[in-house]
Nanobody
Framework: EVQLQASGGGLVQAGGSLRLSCAAS????????IGWFRQAPGKEREGVSC????????YYADGVKGRFTITSDIAKNAVYLQMSSLKPEDTAVHYC????????????????????WGKGTQVTVSS
């Protein structure tokens, strides 16, 4: 059974940092990338960052490059998103999800045909 559980959200001032964690288990790391997606009020859900099952390949949305870092700890079945230099526009519910490896390698961290989602964690950045 696939299990995805996101945690680590909270309220932070602009310029601050947060680290999100995703406990991910029950799937083949050869078949999926683990990704972070977010949805702000009134906006479409968007891909933030994804990492391959091996941890060797990563993708970042243009708006977070240089500010966010995704890592994985295979032994702990965990994926982390270190978010720094946070901006008010980063405010959103953040979800971890599994992206089919065929989609990820062709299109990156793309919200398409995703069957497995964890519950979201709220990130709020105050100005």
């Amino acid at each position: 059974e696939v299990q995805l559980q996101a945690s680590g959200g909270g309220l932070v001032q602009a310029g601050g940092s947060l680290r999100l964690s995703c406990a991910a288990s029950g799937f083949s790391r050869d078949e999926y990338y683990i990704g972070w997606f977010r949805q702000a009020p009134g906006k479409e859900r968007e891909g933030v960052s994804c990492i391959s099952g091996s941890g060797r390949s990563t993708y970042y949305a243009d708006g977070v490059k240089g500010r966010f870092t995704i890592t994985s700890d295979i032994a702990k079945n965990a994926v982390y998103l270190q978010m720094s230099s946070l901006k008010p526009e980063d405010t959103a519910v953040h979800y971890c999800a599994l992206v089919d490896v065929r989609i990820a390698t062709m299109y990156g961290c793309y919200d398409y045909g995703i069957d497995y989602w964890g519950k979201g964690t709220q990130v709020t950045v105050s100005s």
